[in-house]
């Protein structure tokens, strides 16, 4: 069984997301088997931050000094016996909400799509080249239809 523990370190989230751990978990709870760990309880850590913080973190773990929509860190390790720990994702609410009027509904699908992205790279994805992301690219349109009419 896979949760995201989420933290949220700019109240501006609470103004389009009001049950933010409710949200991340319906979108795990209803993606495909291969991406539930049945078997083993499992954990994704969510940071709902801004652009000058995932701007800091970019500077030092990417060596880019800018802000960008997401960043995710994969673990994939094991905590202790019962728990195994993905990884961390990081979204900024500035990217998230542009254009600055997007309605609700749009801004959960957007954070949902992003974070789809996100937890694919802790599943291993990338897109460094070309076949890379087509590839990636199939599976978040495949998971993001799975997921939308259930957010």
Do not use: C
């Not at 409710?22 to 209803?30: A, D, P, S, W």
């Not at 850590?45 to 000094?65: A, E, G, H, P």
């Amino acid at each position: 069984m896979i949760k995201a523990e989420v933290l949220v370190d700019n109240s501006a989230w609470g103004k389009k997301i009001t049950n933010r751990s409710e949200l991340f978990n319906r979108i795990l709870k209803n993606l495909p088997k291969k991406y539930r760990f049945k078997n083993k309880k499992t954990i994704v850590t969510v940071l709902l931050s801004n652009n000058l913080k995932i701007k800091q973190l970019n500077k030092i773990f990417r060596k880019k000094n800018k802000p960008t929509d997401i960043l995710s860190f994969p673990i994939n390790k094991k905590v202790n016996n019962k728990i195994f720990y993905l990884g961390d994702i990081i979204i900024s609410y500035e990217f998230m909400n542009k254009p600055k009027k997007i309605n609700i509904i749009e801004f959960k699908e957007k954070v949902t799509k992003i974070f789809i992205h996100g937890f694919l790279h802790l599943m291993g994805y990338n897109h460094k080249k070309n076949k890379d992301f087509e590839k990636m690219n199939k599976e978040e349109i495949k998971l993001f239809n799975l997921v939308k009419n259930k957010i």
